[in-house]
């Protein structure tokens, strides 16, 4: 067997923790550590740990002592100090299926992958019914078939940081950047750019909990800032596919980070007066150099009310997104 080491940052997750981590004991491929790294919890998470890590051998705790706090730094961490094969990211408050590991492995093993990327069960909470989102063939990408169509790659794929099983060999020189919101997908992205081959499953095999007041359910006074960053490791990924892309391709992507943090302006969560959110996003225009892509962006890529927002971003009326928050949400998720 091959072990896997997968990584957890742990923070104030007392009331799922023991879910997680019994998620991850249950699995039927065992041969894995489990790597839990409190950072400076205040509830009883680091309790829970210590007292796991006594129970079960596979399970190794550790403190973030660090003067870099935040889950980028703590999973560094875990990667300065996993032995497996493998890697593998999940979060302290939600769970994982009891053949996650199994299905990956087998995956992997099945395809010679450098990445195997499962789909995702949305547990809402309150009555709602779970949404499952995993692609629908078990397809296996490799760089020539991305370079050939990357477009409709990046439509497909999923940058999420827990959906996604890594071989170890290939990202053990990459770390995570400080930083509170995109650390996760800045280094998928460069993982990607390592990578030769991605295989698919089709099956949503993560849960990922909706938790009111976690590190993705909240404000952070920095989040658009830091879409600038995510761009310079898109920007590299695509150079790592090759140096000669049409710049449509960029547009693609740069249109994607962009429309994004537009996105994320217009949650409910975004405390900024209108005037505020206007200037955040004037200075992400000004550091993608976004108006360089913004006239060659082929709209008939879009269709359908998915096409009214890129129309609007294309003729400079963004804006007009900003104000009209609550509607531009309901295009954003097709309401």
Known sequence: MSKVSIIMPVFNAEKYLNDAIESVLNQTYTDFELLLIDDMSTDNSKAISEEYSKKDNRIIFFENSTKNHGPGPTRNIGLDNATG???YFMDADDWIDKNLLKDCIDRMKETDADIVQLGIVC????GKKPIEYYHKENNLITRSIIEKDFVYFWKENRFSLTLNLLRRERVKSIRFENMISGEDISYVLDAFCNAEK???ISKAL??????EGSTSRRWNKETIEQRAVIWEHQ???LKSIDINLDNSVYAEVAYDNFIWAIYQLSSKLCPLSYKDKKRELNALKKKMEFNKYR???PLKQRSGIDRVKYFLVKHHLENILLLLSPMFLRIVRGE
């Open 235 to 237: 920007k590299q990924y």
């Open 295 to 297: 006239p060659i962006y």
């Open 206 to 211: 993560y849960h990922y909990r909706y938790v």
């Open 198 to 200: 991605i295989a698919y």
């Open 85 to 87: 094969e493998f890697i």
């Open 123 to 126: 547990e809402q909470g309150g």
